[in-house]
């Protein structure tokens, strides 16, 4: 029987509720599809940082780097502020892993109301790409008053940028700046990627999303690289859409949309209006993928105001859990969860809280476990 060790970070919140949900899901398909999953746990997150005022302990990285993926839960918690928790642990193992997809799927699933009514017989099936290392979310940047001088630093594992930034303003006038940066390599490497699953997926067309009229420097160079890559795709259709453009497009046609390319910032922003349009965060799920460890994770938060409730729903753990197995390479127990998750949707049973159903964290995934079969 094949075994995979399989890292885990419940998190705050409600993420060690939804977690383990997943965890027992993700233990039933391996039963039935003959493979096994060991469980490390780990203690990061809120608790951890406020005992040890630190995100990952030293040699933590080297240790989670000998698992074959990794289950998060949700991080973020009131008594942290903004910041040290998402930049310190999420961050960190993004850049430090090389994490650079961001998958984000968004299927609309019968039975759980839509804010945009769909035509009859069609159904949400996208997934946002989204470059996942570069853009504005290098972590780039600082703040001052009058005059000043802010040194700039930022290591990924195929580059290290370094320098700094003059500004001169009259004394007093506060300000802040970020820098925003992009690759060839990323941005060939995220294009290949999602030409790749949209041909995996027997579809022709992949939207592009960008802003090169307003940001030319950088999302002028995005298009160019993505443009020289598509030339190598000649059986599909490359449509670029600015991102405004698309905001007010999606909720008007929410449907047909498939794979979706975008640059970090844009990705963050569009891959959330998608799941609202698809039911809700409840139902959404996340893989940040690399070459090495790749981490997935719902994309809900940690929702401190309903933890230890019972009223989280589960089904993203779940659903980002298939993502996991998928990346495995256990793709028949994958779409099996997801089955599952669709059987479990459309039968009779009580749906969770967040579907507007009364069913708890636990009930609801072992409704789950019910519908998987081989």
Not at 55 to 60: E, F, T, W
Not at 105 to 130: E, M, T, Y
Request: aromatic letters at 8%; glycine letters at 14%; a negative charge.
């Amino acid at each position: 029987m094949k075994t995979y060790s399989i890292a885990t970070i419940p998190g705050d919140g409600i993420g060690p509720e939804v977690t383990r949900e997943a965890r027992k899901i993700l233990d039933a398909a391996g039963d039935a599809f003959g493979f096994a999953l060991t469980w490390q746990e780990y203690p990061f997150g809120a608790e951890y940082y406020l005992k040890h005022r630190v995100g990952l302990p030293g040699g933590s990285l080297d240790e989670l780097a000998g698992h074959d993926a990794l289950l998060l839960g949700a991080i973020g918690d009131p008594r942290v502020p903004p910041g040290p928790l998402e930049h310190e642990i999420l961050l960190t193992l993004r850049f430090h892993f090389d994490q650079y997809i961001n998958l984000r799927p968004a299927l609309s699933f019968p039975g759980v109301p839509l804010p945009v009514p769909l035509p009859d017989g069609q159904a949400i099936d996208a997934v946002i790409v989204r470059e996942n290392t570069e853009d504005m979310y290098m972590g780039v940047g600082g703040s001052g008053r009058g005059s000043y001088h802010q040194d700039i630093a930022a290591s990924r594992g195929r580059y290290t940028l370094t320098g700094g930034v003059d500004v001169t303003l009259p004394d007093g006038m506060e300000s802040a700046f970020t820098l925003g940066m992009m690759t060839r390599g990323g941005v060939e490497r995220v294009t290949k990627y999602a030409a790749e699953l949209t041909r995996s997926r027997g579809e022709k067309g992949v939207t592009v999303v960008s802003k090169a009229n307003a940001v030319p420097h950088l999302y002028g160079f995005w298009g160019m690289v993505v443009r020289e890559v598509a030339a190598g795709y000649g059986d599909l259709e490359f449509t670029f859409v600015n991102v405004d453009a698309m905001c007010y497009l999606m909720p008007r046609r929410p449907t047909g949309w498939g794979v979706v390319l975008c640059p970090n910032l844009f990705g963050d922003i569009v891959s959330d209006l998608l799941s609202a349009l698809a039911g809700g965060l409840g139902l959404a799920a996340a893989g940040n993928i690399g070459d090495g460890l790749s981490m997935f994770e719902p994309v809900h938060g940690s929702a401190p105001d309903i933890a230890g409730t019972g009223k989280a729903t589960p089904l993203a753990a779940i659903l980002s859990g298939a993502l996991l197995l998928r990346h495995l390479g256990e793709g028949e127990a994958a779409a099996a969860v997801d089955k599952a998750v669709h059987s479990y949707l459309t039968s009779d049973l009580p749906k969770p809280v967040e579907q507007g159903g009364t069913a708890s964290t636990s009930e609801a995934g072992d409704a789950v476990r019910r519908y998987l079969v081989k």
